[in-house]
């Protein structure tokens, strides 16, 4: 699998190298000699096959972010090119049904690599627009189990937590929390990125004990993959630290005005040894209403038929970048978004940070806002 990976990867950069080469040249077309030609071939193959070569020997930190960034510039690159020629084929369509000839001038010319600059330069401020500047969407859903009133249930997944999103975010956050006066925060899973040496050297605990401390239920957790690669312990020790309360595959209970609401949380399935949802679910009063935080939206075809109300999950990041976004809704039951399926309601966040790089295209930043209400105590069926 690790292979077929690899060679997946290897594949897709080269397309991506072929296709970048190919637009550079026509953008550069005015300008170009044979000599030019050579030059931009080699040197955008050069820099592909380098930085993969340096990411797959671990030649430097974060390696992968370099080999992400440069996809992302290959990309844009391509996506700018096709959407200069649809420009250039409904100029011509146009031109050809007003019965005129289409025009090869300096001036058109001119006019379609300035329109590709304007594009590719465009791609890059609002996908950066979007991993940083989040949105509120908001939900309501209604349970058939007892619940006296609204429970304003706020999810914040796949946080990221590290040097490119940190303090600020992690203040925005509370922010956001405090104008939307959410009762509890859930955040699903990959809260850090990685580990805690971003988190501990710029201080960042002191921020999310702050955004902890302006919940009044405060905040409940469950771990991710990226929390768990290696560095679980520091991650679970940090978030504890700072007032978040973790449930590993556990399940508490929590009073909402007089209300009993119980809470289950999962480790996501990179820990094998993870406890199944059905024991979790045997601990718990299933007549109360259940919330389920579990990283992955893999289970959901599973869990609809289980005595969960409401599952908040992440870690598809809606694809973060178009159209990866096709891709995670073709591969899982709900990919993004909000869905409600036998028995309970399904939400998976594309989050509220970024991997890798700080950008989004075909996906935001994100939080979700649940207003969760039940039947009122006492009214009879």
Same mark, same amino acid.
């Given at each position: ?45 050069? #820099? ?32 700018? =090119? ?19 000839? %289409?025009?090869?001038?300096?001036? %058109? ?19 950066? +627009? ?17 619940? =006296?009133?609204?429970?304003?249930? =706020? ?5 990221? #937590? ?6 600020? =975010? #992690? ?26 040496? &971003? ?13 902890? &401390? ?75 209403? #259940? ?60 989050? +509220? ?29």
């Amino acid at each position: 699998m690790r292979y077929a990976f690899f060679i997946t990867i290897f594949l897709l950069l080269q397309l991506f190298s072929l296709g970048a080469a190919v637009s550079l040249q026509w953008w550069l077309q005015p300008w170009t000699t044979s000599t030019l030609q050579i030059v931009i071939w080699s040197t955008i193959f050069i #820099i592909t096959n380098g930085l993969l070569i340096l990411s797959v020997k671990r030649a430097f930190t974060n390696s992968y972010r370099w080999v992400s960034g440069w996809m992302l510039v290959m990309h844009f690159t391509l996506l700018t =090119a096709l959407g200069t020629s649809l420009v250039y084929g409904g100029y011509g369509l146009i031109t050809s049904l007003m019965g005129e000839a %289409v025009s090869n001038s300096a001036l %058109v010319d001119f006019a379609l690599r300035a329109l590709a600059l304007v594009v590719f330069l465009g791609l890059f401020i609002y996908a950066l +627009y979007n991993a940083y500047v989040p949105i509120v969407r908001k939900l309501s859903v209604h349970i058939d189990k007892p619940l =006296a009133r609204t429970l304003k249930i =706020a999810v914040a997944s796949d946080l990221h #937590i590290g040097r490119l999103f940190g303090g600020g =975010a #992690i203040d925005r956050l509370q922010r956001l929390i405090v104008q939307n006066k959410a009762d509890i925060l859930l955040m699903p899973g990959d809260i850090m990125d990685d580990n805690t040496q &971003a988190f501990s050297d710029y201080d960042m605990a002191a921020n999310l004990t702050q955004l902890s &401390a302006s919940v009044p239920y405060g905040i409940y957790a469950t771990l991710g993959n990226h929390d768990l690669y290696g560095h679980e312990q520091s991650i679970s020790e940090a978030l504890r630290g700072a007032g978040v309360k973790l449930l590993n595959d556990e399940a508490l209970c929590i009073e909402h005005e007089g209300t009993a609401v119980w809470l289950i949380g999962r480790f996501d399935n990179h820990k094998h040894q993870r406890v199944a949802t059905t024991e979790l679910l045997a601990q718990v009063d299933t007549k109360q209403p #259940i919330i389920l935080l579990d990283h992955r939206p893999s289970d959901i075809t599973e869990h609809s038929q289980l005595s969960i109300d409401l599952q908040v999950s992440g870690h598809t990041h809606n694809g973060q970048i178009f159209p990866a976004n096709f891709i995670v809704n073709a591969i899982n039951r709900v990919g993004y978004g909000y869905e409600a399926i036998g028995n309970g309601h399904f939400v998976v966040s594309s989050g +509220y940070g970024f991997w890798g790089i700080p950008f989004r295209l075909g996906s935001r930043s994100e939080i979700w806002l649940i207003s969760l209400t039940g039947d009122t105590v006492g009214k009879k069926h």
